[in-house]
């Protein structure tokens, strides 16, 4: 090749990186653009805030219900503003009877549920003491969380002379068996209907163990 050829071919040779650069400078630099602001917005965008997990009511749910799966399930709440008495799995709660009724979203608690977690809150010392009135059909007058006063009555007025005493004064309703006889209270053996449970102090507690069998059981609201 010629040297004047060779000559040339190096010159158009040097000058081919200038023209592409010039034909394709706005996309690379659109490029350089994007990739600036992507490497900002990274910068300024905060991390996601940490969260713990908790178990919440799938949907509304009545007291009594036995909670399934589908009953419950797992939210996110942010670090540290999970209340005490919740869980963070679901798998221990599957099984357990509602105490009282909870809304969709809400968290269940431990007094949510049928058990110890009922006396959460209460005074030392304070028992559950199950009782089953003379009429079942009582129950349904009370609810979790009324007061009650506990009457025995004795005697039929005839070869025993009848009479009435109070055994507790404004006890609070833990739990009432209202399911149709389905009921697994804190005794952990299933019970009939008619059953409630209250929370006592020891010496209540003592004038109100067996005392079905020593006459009636008659429940009083009180205010």
Known sequence: MPPAAATTRSARLALMPRRLFRRHYRLLAALLLCAAAALVVHQFTPAPAPTDAVVVAAADLPAG??????????AELPAGSVPDGTADSTSPLVG????????AG??????????????AGAPPGT????????????????????????????GNGFDEPAGSTVLARAVPVLWKADDGGASTPLLGSPEPDGLV???????DATALAGASSRGNIFLVLVG
Do not use: H
Request: aromatic share 2%; glycine share 6%; no cysteine.
């Open 197 to 203: 449970v209250v929370a006592a102090a020891p010496s």
């Open 96 to 103: 357990q009877r509602l105490a009282t009724a909870l809304r």
């Open 65 to 74: 219900t036995v909670l399934s799966a589908g009953d419950i399930a797992l």
């Open 127 to 154: 028992v559950a003491v199950p009782v089953r009135p003379a009429d079942p059909s009582t129950v349904q007058l009370v609810s979790p969380g009324q007061l009650v006063d506990i009457v025995l009555s004795s």
């Open 106 to 119: 809400s968290p269940v608690f431990d007094t949510s549920i049928v058990g110890p977690g009922l006396l």
